[in-house]
């Protein structure tokens, strides 16, 4: 009697969202040990610098039984990425396919709106004011934070952040700083982001 085995999933397929990338989840077991290839579409997936792919070899103690956990790792997924994938794993006994479903920003005909910029982000001198400030159209709106060289900027006396909805989508980001001076340079960014997306803007204040 032959004690090998065609393909089988040691567990359920998974797909987890890890904010800057996408990780599908393939476990499986057989004998021999299932070759796995990984599909984007009908092309195979090859690693690259932003395309990763692992296999871990693993011990069921209570099963008495060995499965491979194979992973494929999509780092800062765009929209090229998006698209129908498949884990397919073979042996000499048979195969077995998983199908994933990889979708980059707001879905076509819900009206809803990845982040994206209305015109170039700015700063803006004024008398005794600095006005860092983007205009964003996003559905649902955005949530929005500023940093100061990668430091969180928090709203005091001087420093005033505002999200203004003006229509269509349409919200206006200002960091305003009032008198500002030497230890108000630095490298700012402004973030807007929604579940569909995120975008940054880098603004820099110079002090000679």
Known sequence: MSDKSSPKFHSDPVMRDEGDKMVMICSVTGKPEPKITWFHGDKEVKKDK?????????????KDETFWVHTLTISEPKKENAGKY?????????DLTANFTLSIGAPEGSGD????????????????????????KARPEPEVKWTRDEEPVKEEQRLKITKTNEGGDVYLLKLEITE????????????????????NANLS????
């Open 50 to 62: 932003k395309t990763k792919i692992d296999k871990d070899k693993e011990k069921d103690k209570s």
């Open 113 to 136: 709106i990845t982040p994206e910029f209305i015109g170039k982000p700015e700063i803006v001198q004024g008398d005794k004011k600095i006005t860092l400030q983007c205009k964003v």
């Open 180 to 199: 500002p001076g030497k230890g108000d340079g630095g490298k700012y960014k402004c973030t807007a982001s929604n579940k569909y997306g995120v975008l």
């Open 205 to 208: 204040i110079n002090y000679g």
């Open 86 to 94: 498949k884990c397919v794993a073979k042996n000499d006994m048979g």
